[in-house]
């Protein structure tokens, strides 16, 4: 055996030597873990406070120390009648805004990421200026609008639900067209190859290969009409939202409630994510196993045929 044999056949067993974990890793190796640590603590320390104050026994309005354990704020937690009616205003909005954003983006969506039309470059790109637009931009740009052009809709719960149609409609847009462009078009031909219309189609083959981008979406346009307070504070009138309570009520101390609230939009969230995650796996299981079972129908039929 040559000499070059035997060097590359070093080198083969060095490239298929595993990663040396423990005692043999160098200290470098532990520089990303750490940071990744540090920041995922950085960005849950809020949440986490406020979990915990939603639990401190506080005897007035200032939330500032902890003054011990009690769950009496979860049993009181829709005494405070302003704060009762912004969070209702705040969860009305969003889920309306949400389902209209979410129809209206999920289509636009399918459209500039499956077609190409007159126009569909400069639409895409206001999508894009939409997100991109600071929101103070937006929000004096929705004023003027409704000042000046849309005088029939009254300041209030009536042009904040518009607003935040308008602003949500982009980010569903963007997540929807993502998916439709790494999907081929092959099973949509495939369907219309065996007879199905247009309609079928879509209801049947397009949509469920969308679904988790238009869920995915729903859930983005809700979290942004929820906690929005810029465009909010332009348009709301005298309607009153929970982030908008949240800043006046500051002045004064923020009752425990707010954080009682906060902790149940922030469980809401968590759980809707995990189903969000778990529901695609679930789905190919129920797939696989009807498919499994078609085929044993089918094997059976044959054989009794046979």
Known sequence: MSAVTVDRAGAAAADQEPIRRGKGRRWTSYILPTYTWIVIVYLATPIFVMIVFGFNNVPGRVNAKWYGFTTQWYTQLFDNAELTSAFKNSIVIAIVASAASTMIGA?????????RFKGS????????????SPEIVLGTSLLTMFVNAYTFLPQGFETILVSHI????????????????????????????????PLTTFRLVTLPLIMPAVISGFLLAFALSVDDFVITSFVAGPTVTFPLYVYGAVKQGIPPQVNVMGTILFAFGVCAAIASAVSPALAAKRDARRLAQDRATAVAHYSTIG
């Not at 289509?107 to 077609?115: D, H, Q, S, V």
């Open 107 to 115: 289509l636009l969506g399918l459209a500039l990421g499956r077609y």
């Open 121 to 132: 470059g400069s639409t895409n790109y206001l999508v894009f200026l939409a997100i991109a």
């Open 166 to 197: 308008m602003f949500s409609i982009s980010f569903v847009a963007v997540t929807v067209r993502a998916r439709v462009q790494g999907l081929s078009a092959s099973y949509e031909e495939a369907a219309q190859d065996l007879g199905a219309d």
